[in-house]
């Protein structure tokens, strides 16, 4: 008897448990409309997953913080490593995920931007292609983007490989620091021609494997199998919130940047350790007598990873020659990311290559690196000049021939009254209107300043006139091109009318196949675009 009156009296206590946990269950429902929705639409078995975003919840909206907890009835389903639930606290900033989605404004000039739409895990070159494709550029090749700072008077070329959000996240909220998308055609140029980038003078072998290599085989190594050799030279550097400069012996290393302060002794113990290359990063400057009153031009600057964008956070130096100070920043970028930017080289390379235009589409598809001097003068068909000289005279006499057949096309009277001057050349990229000498030499230096980029301008001085800006050994030419009236016909030269061309555009064309009196063929038009 004693056994049953227990069993009676467990049964009454279960029941009245089960009706404690549904009355509980009902009054819940009742006070939470949001949570009767939830449990309505969602069944009690399944785990619900929530959705971390970062925007501000309105009154309307559900509000996790405030939902009262539902218990999972089934928790050895869920493991806490593989559930779908969201643990963790709603009022702190979780970091950004490869799923989570970013708007990315980007500048093509001073006034117009584009916004584009990117994930945590969205790349450099990434960017790039998108914005090549929105802005209908004719060529995919050589863009990049660049990390600009009004203010600190700073400019820095993104890797194709890093990540833009990560980035972003570094710079001060309220700064003018801004993504600005233009052409880089230096970016790779070193890989193609690196013995321009290292003088002999600046490189210095610290390895015994490669002792009694010239400088251009120590050069050809380093850029294919990443092995580094010393980078040294003078530069005037100036600490972080000083005013002062002075000249310092440096000497660059895979593990790290070092200075001497004892002349140029490389002895350890006169070596000071800078920094480490992983943890620094470096800045073109541009302004440098102005800002910082350096005591030349040619200045750059590193910067921890780690550190705020104050001036007195910033090392700055400043070379003696441009080709310095590209041999420094290149060497940098060579140094921390390796073998990374060779593999960054080659995934350009393959997509220009997808985007390259077929013989057919393409007039001027083959460069001046595939072409070869030919002689058609015999019966027997055209032979090949091996002679240097002799390939150097069939050009000028391609030259002169040239002028006598445009000569003779273009003697045909018209139905003008007088000369006329086309205007194909404003529609064209490579023509900046009337911008001045100054500013056509900044925009060489911002898109690379490597043999061969050019831009055709208005001429300030003559009226008339305009002048093609040519970049040569890291050197910027102006070339004045006249117009030249000979009978009712206007025509152009670079050459006192030895060469006549009908246009510019005429003129652009034959410099892209044919020298001429220039150092270099023309090879990449300074373009801007506007986003």
């Known amino acids: 008897m004693e056994v049953k009156g227990c069993r009676s009296e467990l049964e009454v206590f279960r029941r009245s448990m089960i009706e404690t946990v549904s009355r509980r269950d009902s009054v819940s429902v009742k006070c939470s409309p949001s949570s009767q929705n939830l449990q309505m639409s969602t069944p009690r078995t399944i785990p619900m997953t929530i959705r971390n975003t970062h925007s501000i919840p309105t009154k309307r909206e559900f509000r996790a913080s405030s939902a009262p907890l539902i218990p999972n009835p089934f928790p050895e389903l869920c493991s806490p490593t593989h559930s779908p639930v969201l643990t963790g606290s709603f009022s702190g900033r979780d970091p950004p995920s490869n799923s989570s989605t970013h708007v990315l404004r980007v500048f093509g000039d001073a006034t117009h931007s584009r916004s584009v739409l990117v994930t945590s895990g969205t790349t450099a070159h990434d960017v790039c292609r998108m914005l090549a494709q929105n802005a209908h550029c004719t060529d995919e090749e050589s863009w990049a983007l660049i990390e600009h700072h009004s203010a600190l008077g700073l400019e820095r070329c993104l890797e194709d490989h890093e990540l833009v959000v990560q980035v972003q996240s ?13 052409k880089n055609y230096a970016k790779y140029e ?3 021609k690196p013995v321009l980038f290292f003088p002999e003078h600046m490189i210095s072998d610290c390895a015994d494997v490669t002792k009694g290599m010239t400088s251009s085989e120590l050069v050809q190594n380093m850029v294919k199998s990443g092995s580094c050799p010393e980078i040294q030279g003078f530069l005037h550097v100036r600490e972080g919130g000083k005013k002062s400069w002075k000249k310092l012996y440096f000497i660059l290393r895979r593990s790290g940047l ?31 007598r102005k800002l910082y009153g350096a005591p030349g031009e040619h200045v750059f600057c590193i910067k921890a990873v780690k550190d705020r964008f104050r001036c007195q956070d910033l090392k700055l130096m400043c ?22 930017l060779q593999c960054n080289y080659q995934l350009s390379q393959s997509s220009a290559r997808l985007h390259k235009p077929s013989r057919q589409d393409s007039k001027y598809a083959d460069r001046e690196e595939s072409m070869v001097a030919m002689d058609f003068s015999g019966k027997s068909g ?3 000049i091996q002679n240097p000289h002799e390939a150097q005279n069939a050009e000028q006499e391609e030259g002169h021939s040239w002028r006598k057949r445009e000569a003779l096309r273009h003697s045909l009277p018209t139905n003008g009254h007088g000369p006329q001057l086309s205007a194909v050349h404003q529609v064209q990229p490579w023509f900046h209107g009337g911008v001045s000498r100054t500013e056509a030499q900044r925009l060489l230096e911002e898109q690379g300043r490597v043999d061969g980029m050019f831009l055709v301008r208005d001429s300030q001085l003559h009226a008339q006139c305009f002048v093609l800006s040519l970049c040569y050994k890291l ?6 091109i006249i ?19 009908t246009d510019l555009l005429q003129l652009v064309e034959f410099h892209q ?11 990449h038009p300074c373009t801007c675009i506007a986003l």
Request: one cysteine or more; aromatic letters at 14%.
């Open 382 to 384: 055209g032979r090949v």
């Open 190 to 192: 070193f890989f193609k």
């Open 170 to 182: 570094s710079w001060p909220v309220e700064s003018d620091t801004k993504l600005i998308f233009r």
């Open 475 to 480: 050197k910027t030419k102006h070339y004045l």
């Open 258 to 288: 070092y200075c001497s302060n004892k002349g140029q002794s490389k002895e350890p113990r006169h070596l000071q350790f800078i920094g480490d290359l992983e943890d620094l990063n470096v800045f073109t400057v541009f302004n440098g």
């Open 513 to 523: 196949i044919n020298r001429g009196i220039l150092p270099v063929c023309l090879k």
């Open 483 to 501: 117009p030249l009236e000979q009978g009712d016909k206007q025509y152009y030269t670079m050459d006192d009318g030895f060469t006549l061309f």
């Open 319 to 340: 070379a003696d020659s441009e080709q310095s100070r590209t041999c420094w920043i290149t060497a940098f970028r060579l140094f921390k990311h390796g073998k990374q």
